[in-house]
């Protein structure tokens, strides 16, 4: 999981900083940022970090509002569940499928 420094971003993303990166980044490869093709390349992958980002600050309980109360002590099982994240190792976005079971004794869930 990437960690962000929240007092630094103050919960938002530094678009500047990314762009100012990727340059660095297009420099480095001996690619010329200012190059036709390249020139709001530098923009355009802090735009897409900043989406693909965009829930880093924000609390997953915002999000899991509905409970409901079960009486029963069974095995649930739900499969294919459908994820996406990002490799820290190397920037990139990622996504698949994966299963979960669980047994709650207790009465509450969240779905």
């Given at each position: 999981?990437?960690?962000?420094?929240?007092s630094?971003?103050?919960?938002?993303i530094?678009?500047?900083?990314i762009?100012?990166?990727v340059r660095l980044?297009l420099e480095a490869?001996g690619?010329?940022?200012?190059?036709?093709?390249?020139?709001?390349t530098?923009?355009r992958?802090?735009?897409m970090?900043?989406?693909?980002?965009q829930?880093l600050?924000?609390?997953?309980?915002?999000?899991?509002?509905v409970l409901?109360d079960?009486q029963?002590?069974e095995?649930v099982?739900?499969?294919?569940?459908p994820?996406?994240s990002?490799?820290?190792?190397?920037l990139?976005?990622f996504h698949g499928?994966?299963?979960?079971s669980l047994?709650?004794?207790?009465?509450?869930?969240?779905?």
């Amino acid at each position: 999981m990437l960690h962000a420094k929240a007092s630094a971003l103050n919960g938002a993303i530094d678009q500047e900083k990314i762009a100012a990166g990727v340059r660095l980044i297009l420099e480095a490869i001996g690619e010329d940022p200012e190059r036709e093709g390249l020139r709001d390349t530098a923009t355009r992958v802090a735009k897409m970090y900043a989406e693909l980002f965009q829930g880093l600050h924000e609390n997953p309980r915002d999000y899991l509002t509905v409970l409901f109360d079960e009486q029963h002590d069974e095995m649930v099982l739900v499969k294919d569940i459908p994820f996406y994240s990002m490799c820290e190792h190397h920037l990139l976005p990622f996504h698949g499928k994966g299963p979960t079971s669980l047994t709650s004794r207790a009465a509450r869930w969240w779905g």
